[in-house]
């Protein structure tokens, strides 16, 4: 973990919720010092404890003791953690640490169920880029806590020709050459493909890993039929953890699926003042 980069960014999400002061606590609170816990009002695993540890680091006068691991599971009624330390500095960051901590714990409850469908086999889970504005990173690092891998991180990692590049480029022919003919040997190079005849033409190019977008169980097939081994292939589009299991077919190397961060629901947490 990157922890100044992880510190500028609780420094600016301290920034959006604390702004000038929190006018109520400044009124109410003196030198007292209190103890805290986190409760779980239902089930998940655990992901955001270093964050939180690190913001309370950051503010102060509180000391935390974890109950739980991160990417532990838990149970509704288990504690989290526990803090003791100078109330104010609690109540400053009760909020941020909660929203952490529900959201990238819904994050990595969603990811471990992906990746438990597909124990017992080859195949990995990717996430994708649909996440957040501002909140990629950690949205990331929970899908790796709860047992999924991440595809590239941001456009400057890796070559993806999508359906907009091929439009841009007059089809995936040439939007592969074009991208070939400017390729260092840095990057591997992978094509999004919706047909099975934009497969072919694909196949003809020559590609490291094939994109099957929205294909059914039975076309991944053909693909993987066509594909005979040349490049590694990637099966994405409308796949849930309730329908992953008719994707789990020899030849596919990755599965992919934006809603393991979108269609995350935050776990319900509370922090009470003990």
């Not at 471990?112 to 990717?126: H, P």
């Not at 891998?149 to 841009?168: G, P």
């Not at 596919?252 to 776990?267: K, N, Q, R, T």
Request: aromatic share 6%.
């Amino acid at each position: 973990m990157n922890r100044l980069f992880v510190r500028s960014q609780l420094q600016r999400f301290l920034e959006e919720d604390l702004g000038t002061g929190d006018i109520t606590t400044e009124l109410l609170c003196s030198e007292e010092t209190v103890s805290a816990a986190i409760k779980v009002k239902g089930r998940g695993v655990l992901a955001g404890l270093p964050f939180v540890q690190e913001l309370f680091l950051m503010l102060g006068g509180v000391y935390i003791r974890p109950m739980k691991g991160e990417g532990e599971a838990f149970e509704e009624g288990d504690v989290l953690l526990e803090l003791e330390g100078r109330a104010e500095i609690i109540l400053v960051g009760e909020r941020l640490a909660l929203n952490i901590l529900q959201s990238l714990s819904g994050i990595a409850t969603r990811a471990r169920e992906f990746a438990k469908a597909l124990e017992g086999t080859d195949i990995k889970i990717l996430d994708t880029r649909k996440t957040t504005p501002g909140y990629r990173f950690f949205e990331k690092y929970a899908v790796r806590v709860g047992g999924g891998r991440n595809h590239r991180f941001a456009l400057y990692d890796m070559v993806l020709i999508k359906d907009n590049h091929k439009r841009v480029a007059g089809g995936v022919r040439e939007a592969l050459r074009r991208v070939k003919d400017r390729l260092g040997p840095a990057y591997r190079v992978e094509v999004e493909v919706e047909s099975l005849d934009e497969l072919e033409e694909v196949l003809s190019e020559g590609a490291d890993i094939i994109m099957l977008d929205n294909f059914t169980p039975q076309m991944v097939r053909e693909a993987i039929s066509l594909i005979n081994g040349r490049a590694e292939v990637e099966v994405s589009g409308n796949i849930t953890p309730e329908n992953i299991k008719e994707y789990i077919i020899d030849g596919v190397h990755y599965i992919s699926s934006g809603s393991i961060i979108y269609g995350a629901s935050w776990v319900d947490l509370s922090l009470k003042v003990l």
